[in-house]
T-cell receptor, first 112, second 112 residues
Framework: NAGVTQTPKFQVLKTGQSMTLQCAQD?????MSWYRQDPGMGLRLIHY???????DQGEVPNGYNVSRSTTEDFPLRLLSAAPSQTSVYFC???????????FGPGTRLLVL | ELKVEQNPLFLSMQEGKNYTIYCNYS?????LYWYRQDPGKSLESLFV?????AVKQEGRLMASLDTKARLSTLHITAAVHDLSATYFC????????????FGKGTSLLVTP
């Protein structure tokens, strides 16, 4: 198993550009989530999904869209990037009854 | 809304000393995680605490959980430089699909 993979590892955007952060897992996990990490703020939940076709907002959803068309993939879309979205983004997955949350390696995003 | 508070946020300690990091959370949850993060890296799972009174130990780290007080502690015994990192506690939010609510983290620096 590759676990949770995220691409790209690092990205520079200009204000107003759009992009998609990719997250994939090959463990057939139903639960997936996106977090952003900013200095001194810990990790904050952006969006989460409890299964294919089901998504919901977390603590800081503004400026981000998600969809979950398959169990494996949970992409995070920035429609119009802003400097405030400069952050490190982590994707995680788990399954019902599991004690373990599996984190991806992260994507570092810089918006100029 | 589930809130998680950690203290202290910064901790500088000498090698060989003992110290405790505290994690308080605001609403009922029976699953608490401790993670370690090194600079530029993803999260490394340290402990999962599932029930009141749970205690787990790994090397110089010991974590405990008091669900009645909504408090978890991470105790460091005889610190060594290799323990320098940021430590996060996180609590499962059952209303958000097993996603985690994180504390802001404790940045630990162990000096000679």
């Amino acid at each position: 198993n590759a676990g949770v993979t995220q691409t790209p590892k690092f990205q520079v955007l200009k204000t107003g550009q759009s992009m998609t952060l990719q997250c994939a897992q090959d463990m057939n996990h139903e639960y997936m989530s996106w977090y952003r990490q900013d200095p001194g703020m810990g990790l904050r939940l952006i969006h989460y999904s409890v299964g294919a076709g089901i998504t919901d907002q977390g603590e800081v959803p503004n400026g981000y869209n998600v969809s979950r068309s398959t169990t494996e993939d949970f992409p995070l879309r920035l429609l119009s990037a802003a400097p405030s979205q400069t952050s490190v983004y982590f994707c995680a997955s788990s399954y019902r009854g599991s004690e373990t949350q599996y984190f991806g390696p992260g994507t570092r995003l810089l918006v100029l | 809304e589930l809130k998680v508070e950690q203290n202290p946020l910064f901790l500088s300690m000498q090698e060989g000393k003992n110290y405790t990091i505290y994690c308080n959370y605001s609403t009922t949850s029976d699953r608490l995680y401790w993670y370690r993060q090194d600079p530029g890296k993803s999260l490394e799972s340290l402990f999962v605490l599932l029930s009141n009174g749970a205690v787990k130990q790994e090397g110089r780290l010991m974590a405990s959980l008091d669900t009645k007080a909504r408090l978890s502690t991470l105790h460091i015994t005889a610190a060594v430089h290799d323990l320098s990192a940021t430590y996060f506690c996180a609590v499962v939010g059952w209303s958000s699909g097993y996603a985690l609510n994180f504390g802001k983290g404790t940045s630990l620096l162990v000096t000679p």
